[in-house]
Each structure stands twice: as C-alpha cells, then as structure tokens.
C-alpha cells in the first residue's frame, strides 16, 4: 500500500475505533478524519466530538442520517418482509451501506488516501462496509486494523486503552459489544458467547422485560400506503419519527426480543441478542395489511424471494444488480399494499386485531360459511378431480389397477 496521508474513520466512539484513531496515527503517521453517522444511536452520540479530537482526531463528520436511513432502508426492508434465518431484522445489516455510502462521499470530499472501519476479520460489518466502499469507489485503499494489528482479543484492546488514558464505554465485567441504531440494539460477544446462558436482564436499554411490562394491554393502529408506513393511529408522521414512537411504546410492552444463533456470511455460527422493538410491531402490521390486498400467487412468489433478499442485505450486496432489481420487484407488487392493521401490544407480544382496506381481496360473500349465493360448493368436487389427476394415475400405476 502507498504512503497514506489521510483516512476517513467510521467512527462510533466505542472501544475499537477510540483504538483505532491512535493506532493509525502511530502505525501510518496520517491525519485520520473522524466520520460518524447519527442513525439513530441517541445518547451513544454525546461527547462524540470531544472524544474524538480527544484521541488525535483533526475533524469529524456527524451526519443526521436518521430520515434517510427510516425512508430508503428500514421501510424497503419491512416491504420486502426481510427476515435472516427466520428470526433477525438486520438492524445492523441495513445500516451499514447506507453509513459506507456517506464515508466514501466524504472521502471524496476530503481527497483522502483512503477509508477504515472497525469490523473485525470475524465479523459481517468487514464485508458490508468493504464491498459498498467498491461499489462507489472501485480504486479505493482500505484500512481493516482488526486484519492488521497484534491485539488478539477485546482485552488487549481495553488493556491498551488503559495505557494509553483512552476512555472507552465498556469493561471486563461487561466486556459484549453493541451496535444501536434506529432500528435495533444488538449484543454480541464476551459473556453472550456461551449460547446456553440467558442474557442478564440490566443489559436490555429499549425494552422492558415482557414480566414487568404493563398488565393492560395497548392497541395501536398502523396506516400502509403502497407498503410504507405512514400514519400511527391517524397521524401522519415522519419516518424516523413513526419509528422511534413505536420503538418508545414497543419498548414499554417488552415487544422485539430475540437471542438467536446466526450463520455469519464468513462461515461460523455466532450468539447475538436484538432488541427491535418497533419494527417488529411493524412487520406485523405489514403483513396483516397484506394479507388482504395481495394476491396469493403474487405473495408466494414474493415469500419465495425472502431468503434471497434478507442474504442479499446480511451479506452486504446492497448496491448489487440483483438487489436493484428485487426492489424494483417489491415496489410493483407493494403497488396495491394500502390499508390498516390493528395490533395488540401485551407483555413481549404483538398479537393482529384488525385489518381493513379499501383494496382488500376479502370477500365475505365468498369466504362464510353462512348461506350465499355467488359460489357452488359443488364446483369444489370438479376441481378436486381435476387436482388428483396426476395422483390417481401414479396409483394406478404403482398398484397396477
């Protein structure tokens, strides 16, 4: 790698990057700009400047991303029901290509050498980061302390901060990390790393605990326009705002907790705990809006494409041809999805109420079982043969009738 003479740092302010600033003004002897991204991280954003130039920082970017990251990426996300492995939204997944598009625009900005992140050889954020810093800048040097450096463990990490009068948010007695943003809280590593030991409960920021979450329940009603979200019980709100108000009463109710172990992109199995509050009230909500404005054919093709979609943004392929074309995809088939659901909010659960639309399928004429008199039952008996054809004939043949 040629001389490097400045670098723009994905900067949060937690344990590794305050290494890094140092780190990469011993070992490369360059100006490293600071560059944080506010989606949605709330209190974790305070005294970020100060610690920044504390640490050798000579700028620092803090950009408000929250409306963009709710508009562009969450919502696109809950559109396309994207879920990996069946149970985690990808709070961390989503935010990252939308935090590399902003670095690599300021790195063009500053005419720096070249960007960095704190994601370790281990992890998914090395890829996510890494190939939205291609797809924008294709020529572009990188920097991935965690593949270069001796430290071999969080501790060397802390030890050194210690040494160094680094002040980081973490200790040996809490030694996991997290990654908050507007959509999620995630817990990794240290004591979470033993899948059979239960979370401790003082770890949880967002939500309380289903125990003591309020013995009455709350109902809430989400308005769909085109698939996007737009109304909380009539009233038209902001992305990030509609968000971050179901976050606050989801929290209340326990709702969006979830410890799983996941397949990581770079091959080993790894324990992570989320808390994902409000978009877990509005995956719900989603879905029971669809359930009466899409088409059954049209909702199967789409389920079938799920896994798809939710490896597509796991793994890091955000910017990539076939992500371009499934969201093309998700906005045609999203065209019909307008309407309202109504959920139950209760103790850790988020239970469907309701569900109307002036596009809704649902026909009660069709569908009770009262009397009526727009369909046959008898037509079922045709239908039915005409399905067990191909059943019939292998029976036949199986058994030589």
Request: proline share 4%; with cysteine.
């Amino acid at each position: 790698m040629s001389k490097i003479k400045k670098v723009v740092l994905a900067y949060s302010g937690g344990l590794d990057t305050s290494i890094i600033v140092k780190w990469l003004l011993d070992k490369y002897k360059c100006e490293v700009i600071a560059y944080a991204a506010d989606v949605g991280q709330a209190e974790e954003l305070t005294g970020l400047k100060e610690r920044a130039f504390k640490t050798g920082a000579s700028k620092i970017y803090i950009e408000d991303l929250r409306e963009e990251f709710a508009r562009d990426f969450i919502f696109f996300a809950i559109k396309a029901n994207a879920i990996y492995e069946g149970n985690y939204l990808m709070g961390t997944s989503i935010a990252r290509p939308l935090i590399a598009k902003r670095q690599i625009e300021i790195a063009k900005k500053e005419k720096a050498d070249a960007v960095c992140h704190g994601s370790t050889g281990k992890g998914n954020d090395q890829v996510r980061f890494e190939l939205t810093y291609y797809a924008f800048e294709p020529n572009i040097k990188i920097i991935a302390p965690w593949r270069e450096w001796d430290f071999a463990s969080r501790d060397d990490l802390m030890d050194y901060a210690k040494k160094h009068g680094i002040e980081v948010p973490v200790s040996k007695k809490k030694p996991y990390s997290m990654d908050r943003n507007l959509m999620h809280i995630s817990y990794e590593g240290g004591i979470l790393e033993d899948p059979w030991a239960e979370p401790p409960e003082d770890m949880f920021k967002t939500t309380q605990s289903p125990e003591k979450a309020p013995d009455k329940p709350q109902y809430v009603e989400i308005t769909f326009e085109k698939g996007i979200p737009t109304r909380v019980n009539g009233k038209k709100m902001s992305p990030y705002k509609l968000v971050e108000y179901l976050n606050t009463i989801g929290g209340k109710h326990g709702i969006g907790r979830v410890d799983i172990v996941e397949n990581r992109f770079v091959g080993m199995k790894s324990r992570g705990v989320y808390e994902t509050p409000g978009c877990t009230i509005l995956h719900t909500a989603h879905r029971a809006v669809e359930s009466i404005t899409m088409d059954r054919e049209v909702m199967h093709l789409r389920d079938s494409l799920i896994p798809k979609v939710s490896e597509l943004i796991y793994y890091g392929f955000w910017y990539s041809p076939e992500m371009k074309a499934i969201m093309a995809f998700t906005d045609e088939i999203q065209a019909t999805v307008s309407g309202t659901a109504r959920l139950k909010l209760y103790k850790g659960n988020c239970i469907v109420a309701g569900r109307k639309s002036d596009n809704s399928l649902y026909m009660k004429d069709f569908a009770t079982f009262d009397k009526d008199a727009v369909y046959d039952q008898k037509d079922a008996g045709g239908f039915i043969k005409l399905n067990a054809l191909r059943l019939r004939i292998g029976a036949m043949q199986k058994n030589k009738i």
